[in-house]
């Protein structure tokens, strides 16, 4: 039985779409998502730096990291790597993090790989106020493909936006519950 021309244009179509959504999109086309979350921490800048860089306490705060594997328990300087298991927004993963700045007791970043792919970067500011620490942690992350750019759009942000806030209130109490 011979499809009718309409029939077939349609698929073609649909086809066409899905394939150009999929296509990894050139470096010079930057779509970034900046997820950023500010909280105040009553305890000094050097403590929560200290905590925050020392990658076995993420799964205790942060909700998306599942475990840590490498040089997990202290303050990672620049160079040094870690594994994390996550899931973000749902989706499970891999990710090898490494160093790039830290300047104890206001910056680190740290930037991600999957697969040997850029993943994205995160990076905390601290910043001494009367109260304690003003924490601020900024994840950015770029879409490889325009169907990953539609779904961020629609679901991802908002569910790493929320996850993200939770990290921090997280934070929060777990530091100001240490004695």
């Known amino acids: ?10 698929v073609l179509a649909v086809i066409a779409v899905a394939a150009l959504l999929a296509v990894p999109l050139p470096a010079s086309v930057n779509l970034t998502t900046k997820i950023a979350t500010v909280i105040s921490i009553e305890r000094p800048a050097a403590v929560v730096f200290d905590y925050v860089t020392t990658p076995a306490h993420w799964p205790e705060w942060h909700p998306s990291s599942l475990s840590v594997t490498g040089a997990i328990g202290h303050s990672l300087n620049v160079g040094e790597q870690v594994t994390e298991e996550f899931r973000v927004a749902g989706r499970r993963g891999s990710v090898l993090w490494t160093v790039a700045v830290r300047d104890r007791p206001h910056k680190w970043v740290i930037v991600g790989a999957i697969d040997g792919k850029p993943a994205g970067t995160v990076s905390y500011a601290l910043t ?3 109260s304690g620490t003003r924490f601020e942690r900024e994840f950015v992350y770029r879409a490889p493909t325009l169907w990953f750019a539609l779904v961020n759009v629609l ?7 929320q996850e993200s806030e939770e990290a921090v209130a ?10």
């Open 170 to 179: 997280r934070l929060k109490k777990a530091l100001e519950r240490m004695p």
């Open 128 to 130: 001494p106020v009367a």
């Open 1 to 10: 039985m011979k499809w009718p021309s309409k029939w077939m244009s349609a």
């Open 155 to 161: 679901f991802v942000r908002t569910r790493i936006q």
